[in-house]
T-cell receptor, first 115, second 110 residues
Framework: EAQVTQNPRYLITVTGKKLTVTCSQNMNHEYMSWYRQDPGLGLRQIYYSMNVEVTDKGDVPEGYKVSRKEKRNFPLILESPSPNQTSLYFC??????????????FGPGTRLTVT | GQQVMQIPQYQHVQEGEDFTTYCNSSTTLSNIQWYKQRPGGHPVFLIQLVKSGEVKKQKRLTFQFGEAKKNSSLHITATQTTDVGTYFCAGLPNDYKLSFGAGTTVTVRA
């Protein structure tokens, strides 16, 4: 089954404790991205990756890191989480963007609470 | 910041009525996509519009892309309880950075 998986689905952590949210897709997609969803603000892109070893900042990258060492995986790293990073996070993937975009497949989401 | 604006933010609809949600961009879009997110779920792709003035229909949903490729709309006729959720538009104003609108959250009263 074609899908995007994220782990964990729920996480409560404390300020400053490094965490990683994993994202994996089995569709051989080149493009992957991370979004955060906050009430009234919709989906805001954090980082995206055009392909292996190619990543770039989205609209709200501060406080986040990503890596793309393998095509299928795109982990989101919070080195020192703060309460303003409490949010619902989605990973998404698609065939390549640029000139013509393809539908984004979203993971189930990770609800993060930072206290 | 967000380059694609979406209105209204909330839409409370009587079952059986029609409604429209609008998406506007300050820049020309190469294409626009629409997604639906059910409560507690994740966004799911509905449709993509590419051509200027394009109109596409999916049962009771009608999607339009403006002539200038700066705006789009989603019109739902005869709203049903299954239409509940948040509808997002997403445009590609710049290469590789899909920009989502803030969404229209739809509730339906029976």
């Amino acid at each position: 089954e074609a899908q995007v998986t994220q782990n964990p689905r729920y996480l409560i952590t404390v300020t400053g404790k490094k965490l990683t949210v994993t994202c994996s897709q089995n569709m051989n997609h080149e493009y992957m991205s991370w979004y955060r969803q906050d009430p009234g603000l919709g989906l805001r892109q954090i980082y995206y990756s055009m392909n292996v070893e190619v990543t770039d900042k989205g609209d709200v990258p501060e406080g986040y890191k990503v890596s793309r060492k393998e095509k299928r995986n795109f982990p989101l790293i919070l080195e020192s989480p703060s309460p303003n990073q409490t949010s619902l996070y989605f990973c998404a993937s698609s065939f390549s963007l640029g000139g013509f975009s393809y539908e984004q497949y979203f993971g189930p989401g990770t609800r993060l609470t930072v206290t | 910041g967000q380059q694609v604006m979406q209105i209204p933010q909330y839409q409370h609809v009587q079952e059986g009525e029609d409604f429209t949600t609008y998406c506007n961009s300050s820049t020309t879009l190469s294409n626009i996509q629409w997604y639906k997110q059910r409560p507690g779920g994740h966004p799911v792709f509905l449709i993509q519009l590419v051509k200027s003035g394009e109109v596409k229909k999916q049962k009771r949903l009608t999607f339009q892309f403006g002539e200038a490729k700066k705006n789009s709309s989603l019109h739902i006729t005869a709203t049903q309880t299954t239409d509940v959720g948040t509808y997002f538009c997403a445009g590609l104003p710049n290469d590789y950075k899909l920009s989502f609108g803030a969404g229209t959250t739809v509730t339906v009263r029976a």
